[in-house]
T-cell receptor, first 113, second 122 residues
Framework: AQKITQTQPGMFVQEKEAVTLDCTYD???????LFWYKQPSSGEMIFLIY??????QNATEGRYSLNFQKARKSANLVISASQLGDSAMYFC??????????FGAGTILRVKS | GAGVSQSPRYKVAKRGQDVALRCDPI?????LFWYQQALGQGPEFLTY????????KSGLPSDRFFAERPEGSVSTLKIQRTQQEDSAVYLC????????????????????FGPGTRLTVL
C-alpha cells in the first residue's frame, strides 16, 4: 500500500505567485514525521521543512510553509513568492519507525517568468 | 560545515562487475542511510546504520548488495555482479537527533543527503 501520495506529477506557477504542492500520507503510528525535500536537476536532495505529528502549529521556514491537516492526513507544501530557482522536483516523505524515510513519487514544479 | 559527500559521482560498470560506492557523512552524525533512486521515481530505502551497527537492511534488493560502516563514520555500499536493473542513483544520508537540555530527543532526526552516485550498468 502506498504510504505517501503526491497526486500532481507536474505544476506550473508564475514567478512571484504562491503555489501549493499536495501530499497525503497513510500511517497507523501515532508518532511520525513528515518532510519535504527539493531535488534540482543537479540531483542533490535538499531538506526544506519538517512537521512532527505532535506539533501544534504548522511548520514554516522562510518562504516554505507546511499546511498540516492531521485528520485528513495531508501535509501540503506552500511556497510563497515563487522564484525561477524554485523550479525542481519536490518530494514529500514520512519517517517510519526505525527512522527510514518513505518517499512519494514527486511533483515537478516549473516557475514561469 | 561540510555536508555529506559521496564518491564517485558517476560510475559506469559492465554487467557482472563489482562496484563500491563511498559515503562520508556529516561529522558527528550517528545515523547513516542508503537509498536507491531509479529514474523518475522517489528514493527507496536500502539500509540504515547507527554508528557501526547495521540496524536495518530490509531494503537491500538481493544478496549481491552489501553495506558496511566499520568505524561508525565512512560507509561503503558494495554491489557484486552488477546487473542492468542496478542502474540508478545511490543516495547516502546522515542524521542526528535534536538535543534538548543536553539529551537527544528521539524521533527528531532530519536526514541530510549527499549528491548521490549515478551508477550505469552496461
Amino acid at each position: 500500500a502506498q504510504k505517501i501520495t503526491q497526486t500532481q506529477p507536474g505544476m506550473f506557477v508564475q514567478e512571484k505567485e504562491a503555489v501549493t504542492l499536495d501530499c497525503t500520507y497513510d500511517t497507523s503510528d501515532p508518532s511520525y514525521g513528515l518532510f519535504w525535500y527539493k531535488q534540482p536537476s543537479s540531483g542533490e536532495m535538499i531538506f526544506l521543512i519538517y512537521q512532527g505529528s505532535y506539533d501544534q502549529q504548522n511548520a514554516t521556514e522562510g518562504r516554505y510553509s507546511l499546511n498540516f491537516q492531521k485528520a485528513r492526513k495531508s501535509a501540503n507544501l506552500v511556497i510563497s513568492a515563487s522564484q525561477l530557482g524554485d523550479s525542481a522536483m519536490y518530494f514529500c516523505a514520512m519517517r517510519e519507525p526505525g527512522n527510514k524515510l518513505v518517499f512519494g513519487a514527486g511533483t515537478i514544479l516549473r516557475v514561469k517568468s | 560545515g561540510a555536508g555529506v559527500s559521496q564518491s564517485p559521482r558517476y560510475k559506469v560498470a559492465k554487467r557482472g562487475q563489482d562496484v563500491a560506492l563511498r559515503c562520508d557523512p556529516i561529522s558527528g552524525h550517528v545515523s547513516l542511510f542508503w537509498y536507491q533512486q531509479a529514474l523518475g521515481q522517489g528514493p527507496e530505502f536500502l539500509t540504515y546504520f547507527q554508528n557501526e551497527a547495521q540496524l536495518d537492511k530490509s531494503g537491500l534488493p538481493s544478496d549481491r548488495f552489501f553495506a558496511e560502516r566499520p568505524e561508525g563514520s565512512v560507509s561503503t555500499l558494495k554491489i557484486q555482479r552488477t546487473q542492468q536493473e542496478d542502474s540508478a542513483v545511490y543516495l547516502c544520508a546522515s542524521s542526528v537527533p535534536a538535543v534538548s537540555s543536553g539529551r537527544a530527543v528521539p524521533g527528531t532526526d532530519t536526514q541530510y543527503f549527499g549528491p548521490g552516485t549515478r551508477l550505469t550498468v552496461l
